[in-house]
């Protein structure tokens, strides 16, 4: 059998392939591209610049540029250089880097665009995006500190069902967030932050104390649970078992002689059987066992005394057991304080132990 030579010509940086059959070829944009990208905003970006400013803008920029692509690197977003409402945004935040020189706030819009990567095909979410990466160079240091701490407190709970352990790491990742310094006080940060979209002022009510307000985040360690040795307690454990599930209760820290879940809300039960085939229907069956058997869900009031006993015992969550009993005024986060509270907090968590983005 005889084979014809086969010459093929192309142009500089192209690939060629040479097959007989079907060829799927995948080609991820590499580092080198998406830089080249970012170099091709940031021409655009420093237009708006008086020739005088552009030095300085330059350096922010590949400081910004550096930051980005680290950390787009290490998260594998790279090919979000290639959508153009990406490139948008990233050029937003190379004019709000050229008008910065915190070092951290190059890191802030390096996490607000790894989250335009990661979510930005969510118009909502987007748009909360777009206008947070447009203010980070008009954002008070202090304020930014009060809204991630006060988004912290209303977003985040511990995964762990022991009390003890589930405080320890609020505690910790409380520290985290107040590492550069005190939370703010008084009005003007939340005033700054009103102006700023990030938050929006109410003159309707105020925020409840943090002894009536925090016990709830963790239910599970003030509920009444099961008493040891009971019917109820073999109901418990006959239920669960009737929808293929064992869950060993624990000794209940706030109340000797009694037993709960070692949960601090129903809501986490789900994500603790990850890897286990449990139907839907199951799962709400097991749900609805916690919840009535051992109000998994509801808070003994006998018991607050002595879980902010514990509270006491955490530093970090008794400073911000203080600062929040005295916010005034009354306001609510708005899809920009979210998304800047959100990749704030990551910058921050030194711990890893916030979720990632996705």
């Not at 084979?3 to 799927?24: C, I, K």
């Not at 400081?63 to 990233?90: I, S, T």
């Not at 599970?220 to 009737?242: I, T």
């Amino acid at each position: 059998m005889a084979f014809r030579s086969q010459e093929q010509q192309a142009g500089d940086n192209s690939v060629q392939y040479q097959v007989t059959g079907t060829l799927v070829v995948h080609q991820g944009l590499s580092e080198d591209g998406a830089r080249e990208i970012a170099r091709q905003t940031a021409r655009q970006a420093i237009e708006a610049f008086h020739e005088e400013a552009l030095a300085t803008a330059n350096e922010r920029f590949g400081e910004l540029e550096n930051r980005v692509l680290a950390l787009m690197g290490e998260r594998e977003q790279f090919e979000a250089f290639r959508d153009p409402a990406f490139q948008v945004a990233l050029r937003t935040a190379q004019i709000s880097a050229a008008s910065t020189e915190r070092a951290s706030d190059y890191d802030l819009l390096a996490g607000l665009i790894s989250d335009h990567a990661a979510r930005g095909n969510e118009r909502k979410v987007r748009a909360g995006l777009s206008r947070a990466i447009e203010i980070v160079g008009d954002l008070d240091a202090a304020a930014l500190r009060g809204l991630t701490l006060f988004a912290a407190v209303e977003q985040y709970t511990p995964l762990s069902g022991d009390c003890l352990e589930g405080l320890g790491v609020i505690n910790g990742l409380y520290g985290d967030l107040m590492v550069e310094s005190a939370p703010p006080t008084g009005a003007e940060w939340i005033e700054h932050l009103d102006v700023l979209d990030a938050v929006r002022i109410s003159s309707i009510g105020n925020f409840r104390k943090f002894r009536e307000y925090y016990p709830g985040k963790t239910p599970g360690y003030v509920c009444k649970g099961v008493m040891e040795g009971s019917e109820e307690l073999s109901d418990v454990a006959s239920e669960l078992l009737g929808v293929g599930l064992s869950i060993q209760l624990v000794p209940h820290a706030l109340k000797p002689g009694w037993l709960r879940a070692p949960l601090a809300r129903s809501a986490d039960l789900e994500q603790r059987l990850t890897g286990r085939r449990l139907t839907a229907q199951h799962l709400a069956s097991a749900t609805a066992t916690l919840r009535n058997r051992t109000g998994i869900d509801d808070i003994d009031p006998e018991l607050i005394d002595g879980f902010m006993g514990y509270v006491d015992e955490f530093p970090h969550i008794t400073t911000v057991r203080d600062w929040w009993d005295q916010l005034q005024p009354s306001f609510s986060l708005t899809p920009v304080g979210r998304v800047l509270a959100r990749a704030n907090a990551l910058r921050l968590d030194s711990r890893g132990v916030l979720p990632p983005i996705d």
